[in-house]
């Protein structure tokens, strides 16, 4: 081989090293940062054909209905827990914190939580993100199982 | 009768932009110049009726016509009149509109200020202009027109400017951002006409060069304004969320960063043709990406508006045409360019070309976090997302080599330099950002975290560097005011973009350590502590605004019992649509933000509050402003101007 060949070569098994390095790197972050989406009866009766049930400790994303009459919070602090619910069981969660504007009972949100048990989910986020229903499109989704539509338009609002 | 006019003479500009598309593009093709003179009027003509047409549906707004269904959903007659304006493209219909104006208006802009381009180029330019408008208008035309009725039965009332969108940051945001991601379509059309007219040399990359410039400042002014409004807003207290829209937006502007880099050495050295091209196409491309991400539906997002699975299918497609096509074009010709020019390993080339690898990847790694869910999604295995962590430890990593190499990068020359002029320079920059970057830390904080010191560090040595770049050149010429007047205007854009770089660095690397945030439960009287200030809540007042009422929290913020500021952070609620919204009390500053947001009525007269204290977060955008400015800095820029003679000279050459 000459020379002119052998720089070459070594620069095309470094730069391929490199790209391998960074795809390996950028896939295990991907992994470590991939949460899944639940329902409470998913959560509660498992998911997909497979029926997989999230295990104690992993981070999750969760999305229901607030039951109405289960906002509980505590008078000194800032702790508020909540039950969620879908088509079946319910499921508990807890936070602390504010909530954001849009949380109302009977209204859809989604949480970012650890499960802590089988049934209740430790949450450091609280969403109410909506569209124009005030539901956000994942839960309508899993809720009603409907695709989003335009909403019809209420011809006695605001008057 | 309005609103019709509006979509007659958008129907009008439609016929105008198809004529735009074919004349002189065939006119080009067969060479006959009469055709290729046509183009510039019928830009012109094609900008004047969808300004028209926007003009109608700003009146509609205006004049409380909820016969339009896009008024009764987006607007109400109790908004007040600038937000009635700015609710025009606060919904889809709108925003598309709007859109169509930026595109007509850059159309026109370039057959106004092209007059020094060989017709062959000009024509096919516009031409390619004229394509992309008819794509938008046929889409505006067909499958989301903001002028339909609502009759015979219409609301008396509309349903009112969602409240997240009624600040003055929504007046500003969409347009900067539709102006950038627009303009990088006269790149995209600058690269289209080089491909088809088969000559891809310097003159092309300085042609496009203020083009893109000039498209990527609004770009980076539009994420700056939307990641303040964000901040200001949301009553998070964050500014960048790594939501799908946001990186939506933020791809097309690290290709375009990528693409301007590699359009100055093109310009300059006549290399890396075919890449500035592929880069061209790939920032359009990405800008369309982009659209269809936010209209498509196919995302949660507070910018996702009501979908419909047609719209999104119509942009797939026109996004397959348009990077199909360009990418087909592309292969049919990039075998004709040949890139010139010998260059050694330590040379400004090799300094860009790893700028723009590392700017592709980062892009690469934005979509990769943004596209993956969707595509789970479609395929059926279920809704994920992907958190914020993955974005920033991804970013951290690649801001090290990139920084590193941004503060190097300027003291390279062309073709190649000695290791010996720039050992001095190199060294002398590291050992002077390690000294300010440790006096200024572990003077203000008791606790420095590895991280932050590095990160910090690479700020001040980009910003160091670049001090230590203008003084060794400046005193080459005897006196430095010398030769600082001796600078080209390009030469000052590339300092107030790293300088900008070095804010944002700095700013995301110090918010991010040092922001302290506390939610609290107060009664009046009742006082919090954070970091040296001290927070008394003074109660709750009753407050009522032209179309919401609500609660102000009145909260004393004082350092060493003086009196700092008084804020009023609210809490309202829309009479239509009964919605609630924060509106988050801030009182900023260079170096710091005090940040107070209300929350609920917790029992009697306590309330919850949320406090923030969050030091040098304004630094991330002054940044962003001195790196858009630094793109606009390009159109005082002698070089790119064309004097009548040139023009004349051109146009002459052009006609034989």
């Known amino acids: 081989m000459n020379p002119r060949r052998k720089k070459r070569l070594l620069v095309i098994i470094a730069v391929l090293f490199g790209i391998g390095t960074s795809i390996g790197l950028v896939l295990y972050a991907l992994q470590e940062n991939i949460n899944l989406f639940y329902t409470p009866s998913e959560l509660i009766d498992g998911k997909g054909p497979n029926k997989e049930k999230p295990h104690i400790g992993q981070k999750l994303r969760i999305g229901g209905m607030v039951v109405p009459g289960t906002v509980e919070r505590n008078e000194q602090s800032l702790q508020v827990s909540f039950k969620l619910i879908d088509t079946g069981p319910l499921v508990t969660v807890r936070y602390q914190g504010i909530l954001p504007d849009l949380f109302r009972e009977g209204q859809g949100i989604v949480a970012q939580g650890v499960l802590v048990e089988p049934n209740v989910i430790e949450a450091f986020e609280v969403l109410a993100k909506h569209d124009e229903e005030y539901m956000p499109a994942e839960v309508a989704e899993a809720v009603k199982g409907i695709k989003h539509e335009k909403p019809k338009y209420n011809l006695d609002s605001g008057s | ?656």
């Open chain 2, 1 to 656: 009768m309005i609103p019709e006019l509006g979509y007659f003479s958008l129907t009008l500009a439609m016929v105008l932009s198809v004529l735009l598309c074919i004349f002189p593009l065939w006119g080009a093709h067969t060479g006959n110049l009469r055709l290729m003179r046509a183009a510039p009027s019928l830009a012109v003509g094609q900008f004047a009726f969808v300004l028209l047409s926007f003009a109608a549906l700003i009146y509609a707004s205006l004049t409380d016509d909820f016969t339009v269904s896009y008024v009764a959903y987006h607007s109400s007659s109790t908004l007040p009149w600038y937000y009635k304006v700015t609710s025009t493209w606060g919904g889809h219909e709108g925003a598309i509109l709007l859109w169509l104006v930026m595109q007509a208006g850059w159309t026109a802009a370039v057959a106004v200020r092209s007059k020094s381009l060989p017709w062959v180029l000009r024509a096919r330019v516009l031409g390619v202009l004229g394509f992309l408008g008819v794509g938008f208008m046929m889409y505006t035309l067909l499958l989301s027109s903001p002028f339909e009725r609502l009759l015979p039965y219409f609301p008396v009332e509309g349903r009112d400017l969602n409240p997240l969108l009624q600040d003055p940051g929504m007046i500003i945001h969409p347009p900067l951002l539709y102006m950038g991601y627009v303009g990088l379509s006269v790149a995209f059309s600058f690269a289209i006409a080089a491909l088809l007219t088969g000559k891809l040399d310097n003159t092309w990359a300085k042609w496009s060069r203020p083009w893109t410039m000039t498209a990527w400042g609004f770009l980076g002014l539009g994420l700056t304004i939307g990641s303040w409004w964000a901040y200001s807003e949301l009553g998070w207290g964050g500014w960048w969320f790594w939501d799908p829209v946001e990186n939506a937006a933020l791809m097309p502007w690290l290709v375009a960063t990528a693409l301007l880099h590699s359009l100055s050495v093109t310009e300059k050295r006549g290399i890396f043709k075919s890449w500035t091209v592929l880069l061209a196409i790939a920032g359009f491309s990405l800008s369309l990406l982009g659209t269809f991400i936010v209209r498509s539906g196919i995302i949660v997002s507070v910018h996702a508006f009501a979908t419909d699975p047609d719209r999104g299918l119509f942009i797939l497609a026109f996004l397959g045409v348009v990077v199909g096509g360009g990418l087909a074009l592309y292969a049919l010709r990039v075998s004709q360019v040949y890139s010139e020019g010998r260059y050694k390993f330590v040379s400004r080339e090799v300094a860009l070309w790893l700028n723009n690898i590392f700017l592709v990847v980062a892009t690469l790694i934005v979509m990769l976090g943004t596209l993956l869910p969707m595509v789970h999604k479609e395929m059926g295995l279920g809704s994920i997302s992907i958190g914020e962590p993955f974005f920033n430890k991804m970013f951290a990593i690649l801001l090290v080599p990139f920084a590193i190499l941004m503060g190097i990068g300027p003291f390279l020359r062309w073709k190649q330099n000695k290791w010996a002029f720039l050992q001095n320079k190199i060294l002398m920059g590291v050992l002077a950002s390690v000294v300010i970057t440790c006096a200024w830390l572990f003077s203000s904080y008791e606790l420095v975290k590895p991280l932050t010191l590095l990160a910090t560090t690479l700020a001040v040595w980009v910003a160091v560097s670049t001090g230590i770049d203008i003084y060794t050149k400046a005193a080459v010429h005897g006196t430095l005011i010398e030769g600082l007047k001796r600078f080209t205007v390009s030469y000052w854009a590339m300092v107030l973009g790293h300088i900008g770089i070095a804010f944002i660095i700095a700013g995301v690397s110090l918010t991010s350590a040092y922001s302290v945030e506390r939610d609290v439960s107060m009664k009046p009287g009742d006082i919090a502590q954070l970091n040296e200030y001290e927070y008394r809540f003074d109660g709750v007042k009753t407050i009522r605004g032209p179309n919401y009422s609500g609660h102000a929290g009145v909260v004393s913020v004082l350092k060493n019992n003086e009196l700092v500021t008084r804020l009023h952070a609210e809490k309202r609620k829309y009479d239509i649509g009964m919605q609630f919204m924060t509106e988050a009390a801030i009182d900023a500053g260079f170096k710091r933000d005090l940040y107070l947001a209300l929350g609920e009525q917790l029992s009697g007269d306590a309330w919850s509050l949320r406090i923030y204290h969050k030091p040098f977060v304004r630094w991330i955008w002054i940044g962003g402003v001195l790196m858009s400015f630094a793109g606009f800095m390009i159109l005082f820029d002698k070089r790119y101007r064309t004097s009548a003679k040139t023009a004349r000279k051109a146009e002459s050459e052009s006609a034989l």
